[in-house]
């Protein structure tokens, strides 16, 4: 009954012109309300998948993967979807599709000749992204840059530089070595130059005691993985003697543990009078 209604009343008051415009203006609407509603609904359940996935994975690294893939297949999916937003817009226009696509694949077989570089480096990014090579998050050097990586997609990844702040690109096809210093764990590494006079067992005592100073700290105990290792005497330099030792921490804590334990070692030595040789120029006055 209603619906006789409903055609009755635009029979009488609607022009035939009327009702095609408010039924091309209700597809357009109703096309991009689907185009909003699919990509909200896809956020959603991703965001929710992947944390339930996440919440049942203990290493970060794997997290960290997962998260940067994530990412990757959201931006395919939704490319898919606003494609097929364009095909559906096309056809409230009006406009046959299929002339498009036969073109579309005569262009794509010409362009795939000349695109060679965007597949190197499409492949390049899926190894690296399949092997895990780099996360989103991990402090990396590529190609002499370095710096936190922020965004990686297939053919890119993008470097937050960590001496200028300035963001860069980084095509995969064209990166030669990875030097990941955030991948499971990282060593602080240090090399302590002492005057020949000291006797190296006590500086090493030294180091070990403010190593066990540190680990007791609340606020370094978690970032230190295990104990501290020492080369011992490592190099007879022109001036001094190089004692080389490392600390094993989780990632990215590296910089501040070696902060902090040259800070103690600096306070130490000067407590226990242990020299630390630096060059100095002596000017001699004619009398």
């Known amino acids: 009954m209603d619906e006789l209604l409903t055609l009755e009343f635009i029979a009488k008051y609607l022009s035939p012109i009327q009702v095609k415009s408010i039924l091309f203006v209700w ?14 609904i896809l956020r959603i359940f991703a965001t929710g998948l992947f944390k339930k996935v996440l919440s049942r994975i203990a290493l970060q690294e794997r997290k960290q993967q997962l998260i940067t893939l994530k990412t990757i297949i959201m931006h395919v999916i939704e490319a898919v979807i606003v494609a097929v937003y364009v095909m559906n817009m096309l ?12 073109t579309a694949g005569v262009m794509g077989v010409a362009i795939g000749f000349g695109s060679k570089r965007f597949v190197e480096d499409a492949i390049s990014g899926l190894i690296i992204l399949l092997e895990g090579q780099v996360r989103v998050g991990d402090y990396v050097e590529i190609q002499g840059v370095s710096g936190v990586v922020e965004k990686i997609t297939i053919p890119l990844i993008t470097i937050r530089s960590a001496t200028t702040g300035s963001l860069c690109f980084m095509r995969c096809g064209y990166i030669d070595s990875i030097i990941n210093y955030t991948m499971n764990y990282s060593y602080a ?12 067992t006590h500086v090493i005592n030294v180091l070990k005691s403010c190593f066990d100073e540190i680990r007791s700290n609340p606020e370094y105990s978690d970032k230190i993985i295990d104990d501290i290792e020492i ?25 501040s543990v070696k902060r902090e334990f040259n800070k103690m070692i600096k306070e130490r030595f000067d407590k226990e009078g242990i020299e630390i040789p630096f060059n100095q120029l002596v000017i001699t006055q004619a009398q």
């Open 27 to 40: 597809s357009i609407v109703k096309c991009t309300f689907l185009l909003v509603v699919s990509i909200k």
């Open 91 to 102: 056809n409230i226009f009006g406009i046959d599709v299929r002339p498009i696509l036969a």
């Open 189 to 200: 590494f240090f090399a302590f130059d002492v005057a020949y006079k000291e006797n190296v």
């Open 231 to 255: 080369f011992g005497l490592d190099e007879f330099k022109e001036s001094s003697l190089c004692i080389k030792a490392r600390i094993k921490t989780k990632p990215k804590e590296q910089w």
